[in-house]
């Protein structure tokens, strides 16, 4: 059992990161972010430095999950200052104190890769991943560093889940080809319990971990959130609308976000085998606990509805 700080505690993926905490036995300092000088060096934050350090005593780690999460925003500044300053300045405060470090960063930094991995390498392809690509740069420039790369996040409580699972149960659900591809998606409750294994397990994490599959296709994830078996399209008329609309992104940023997330539903993602699961964890919630999420976000008398 240990003592972990957690960098953005209030938020939706570090308040849940604070639960699966206790629920492991652990005790929980709840922090928020500190103020950063964006015109000043990561070293030369020493205000939001000492802030850190100065809550670290007794800590085994720390955990950032602090930051901008809204994958079509283009507010580079705002995003710069806290998915890619911040994790810099945390992990100099870690370095200094001895303690492990956890940041919470996003498998969009590998863009379209094909498959997902733990390679340092990264494509980023929005303001969002960019901001998030820098983070990780920053924060691998310290010891004790783990940087764990979750797909798209989902609850009940996250706008974007709420439109997918709304989506999957309209006429408009569909899926390219057999909808057999493997999609990059995860439940609240699966990264939380893995962030909180990396950040207390007694094998220090390699610097850099992905998040594995949770076995979801993209047709499976539109059944499970929508109650109903999506349509199938031609897969080269999926791909061309994708193409168009990461065109269209290029004039308008924020449409590079939203054509991610439609590709993501109809094309998928691979991912690659995680030391999270040679490490022996494995996720809390299974197939079930995805449609329970659709179940509730329908309401029982809607879902009942659905043919």
């Known amino acids: 059992m240990g003592r972990v700080a957690v960098v953005g505690a209030s938020g939706f993926v570090g308040s849940a990161v604070c639960d ?15 103020r950063i000088d964006t015109s000043a060096n990561i070293t030369d934050n020493n205000a ?15 955990v950032n999950a602090a930051g901008v999460s809204e994958a079509t925003g283009t507010n580079s500044n705002e995003m710069t200052a806290a998915n890619g300053t911040l994790p810099g300045v945390i992990g100099r405060a870690c370095a200094d104190a001895g303690v492990r470090f956890i940041h919470v960063s996003s498998a969009a930094v590998q863009g379209r890769k094909e498959v ?15 901001s998030k690509a820098l983070g990780e740069s920053n924060a691998l420039n310290y010891g004790q560093t783990c940087v764990y790369r979750p797909p798209g996040v989902h609850g009940a409580d996250r706008a974007v889940t709420q439109t997918i699972a709304k989506l999957a149960r309209s006429r408009l659900s569909s899926v390219a080809g057999d909808g057999s591809r493997n999609t ?45 078996t999506p349509a199938r399209i031609p897969t080269t008329f999926a791909r061309g609308l994708v193409s168009a609309a990461f065109v269209a992104g290029r004039t308008r940023g924020a449409l590079t976000g939203h054509a991610r997330r439609l590709e993501m539903l109809w094309l998928g993602q691979g991912q690659s085998e995680s030391w999270l699961t040679t490490a022996g964890w494995s996720p809390p919630h299974h197939r079930d606990s995805w449609r329970e999420l659709g179940r509730a976000l329908a309401g029982d008398t809607d879902w009942k509805d659905i043919e």
């Open 116 to 130: 997902l991995d733990a390679d340092p390498s990264t494509m980023p392809f929005s303001a969002y991943s960019n």
């Open 184 to 228: 990059a998606q995860a439940l609240i409750g699966n990264v939380a319990d893995a962030i909180a294994f990396l950040a207390t397990c007694d094998e220090p994490p390699p610097p850099i971990v992905s998040h594995p599959s949770e076995g979801l296709t993209t047709a499976s994830l539109l059944e499970a959130l929508g109650g109903k």
């Open 48 to 62: 939001a430095l000492t802030s850190i350090r100065q809550e670290l005593a007794n800590c085994v780690s720390l």
């Open 20 to 34: 699966a905490l206790i629920r492991r036995g652990h005790d929980v300092v709840r922090l928020q972010a500190p």
